[in-house]
């Protein structure tokens, strides 16, 4: 089983580029979020869907940008990266609100 | 307001002894509780959780959990270390009527040889 897939793992950014981090899950979950992880913050939420077509913000949204126009697939883009926004970045998904979660190996970005 | 603490920063045990990762929680209503590890460069794995029943919850790797209403506390808990549980853990609960999700920050795990 896949389980929740993102990549790349690992990216190197100048100011102001622009990416985006892919994100797939095969468990025909309905919830998927992303959150960084930073030293000492521990994890925050940064967009959330609970479903195809539905997607909110969450803790630090700033400077990301979501879409969920499938189930599978939940990618987040930087539109304009700054130095911040190094960081780690997790892909997560759960069959609903209070089930267990499913994280991806995490994407390190570093931005220049 | 709805929190989550994780009062240790870092733990310490030698391995062969029993090891303790504190969580308690302040929430309303009724939470699920649940128990994350990282290892490092990885992501987080699911260890256990507790919804309902039994207070002492038992998860993967041997490690187990006791759900404490009164203390309001769901301390994570495993009776003979090993080498290989230094990890970073994580505390998480799913509470209030938004079922929001809430994390602690974390707490280092070092089990020395």
């Known amino acids: 089983n896949a389980g929740v897939t993102q990549t790349p793992k690992f990216q190197v950014l100048k100011t102001g580029q622009s990416m985006t981090l892919q994100c797939a899950q095969d468990?025909?979950?309905?919830?998927m979020s992303w959150y960084r992880q930073d030293p000492g913050m521990g994890l925050r939420l940064i967009h959330y869907?609970?479903?195809?077509?539905?997607?909110d913000q969450g803790e630090v949204p700033n400077g990301y940008n979501v879409s969920r126009s499938t189930t599978e697939d939940f990618p987040l883009r930087l539109l304009s990266a700054a130095p911040s926004q190094t960081s780690v970045y997790f892909c997560?998904?759960?069959?609903?609100?209070?089930?267990?979660?499913?994280f991806g190996e995490g994407s390190w970005l570093t931005v220049v | 307001a709805q929190s989550v603490a994780q009062p240790e920063d870092q733990v310490n045990v030698a391995e062969g002894n029993p090891l303790t990762v504190k969580c308690t929680y302040s929430?309303?209503?009724?939470?699920?509780l649940f128990w994350y590890v990282q290892y490092p460069n990885r992501g987080l794995q699911f260890l256990l959780k507790?919804?309902?029943?039994d207070n002492l919850v038992k998860g993967s790797y041997g490690f187990e959990a006791e759900f404490n209403k009164s203390q309001t506390s769901f301390h994570l808990k495993k009776p003979s270390a090993l080498v290989s549980d230094s990890a970073l853990y994580f505390c998480?609960?799913?509470?209030?009527?938004?079922?929001?999700?809430?994390w602690g920050l974390g707490t280092s795990l070092a089990v020395n040889p």
């Open positions: 507790y919804i309902t029943g």
């Open positions: 998480a609960i799913v509470a209030g009527n938004n079922r929001k999700l809430i």
């Open positions: 929430v309303s209503g009724n939470p699920y």
């Open positions: 869907s609970v479903g195809a077509g539905i997607t």
């Open positions: 997560a998904s759960s069959g609903s609100s209070g089930n267990t979660i499913y």
């Open positions: 468990m025909n979950h309905e919830y």
